[in-house]
């Protein structure tokens, strides 16, 4: 069974906005630390942002700080990042990763791909210029 499962990826134009969803199965979810990341064609993984189990502790790649947002519900199991003015650079396939951790903040290890334990397959975003 899959742990974490990314949805809302898809096609959009320059400067056009997508939310991504990422439901988790780990329990119990205030548990895990939750991060982003993205992989352009042969590019390396690149870290996108991450967020404590509370949500009142982020950490952003400095090139996506003020265009995306990263949040989560706990109630519904389900992390977010909310994509805007979207640039042609962004097109990847995004990935959730969960790492157990219930400090109150997320520090900038977790910019790491290595701090995290569980990691969704991956939804594609293609912006278009």
């Known amino acids: 069974q899959e742990q974490l499962v990314e949805s809302g990826g898809g096609l959009v134009q320059a400067g056009g906005s997508l939310r991504l969803s990422c439901a988790v199965s780990?329990?119990?979810?205030?548990?895990?630390?939750m991060g982003w990341f993205r992989q352009a064609p042969e590019k390396e993984r690149e870290f996108v942002a991450a967020?404590?189990?509370?949500?009142?502790?982020?950490v952003y790649a400095d090139s996506m700080k003020g265009r995306f947002t990263i949040s989560r519900d706990n109630a519904k199991n389900t992390v977010y990042l909310q994509m805007n003015n979207l640039e042609p650079e962004d097109t990847a396939v995004y990935y959730c990763?969960?790492?157990?951790?219930?400090?109150?903040?997320?520090?900038?290890?977790?910019?790491?791909?290595?701090?995290?334990?569980?990691w969704g397959r991956g939804t594609p975003v293609t912006v278009s210029s």
């Open positions: 990763a969960a790492a157990y951790h219930t400090n109150y903040y997320v520090s900038s290890e977790f910019r790491r791909p290595g701090k995290y334990d569980d």
């Open positions: 780990l329990r119990p979810f205030s548990n895990y630390a």
């Open positions: 967020i404590s189990w509370s949500g009142a502790s982020t």
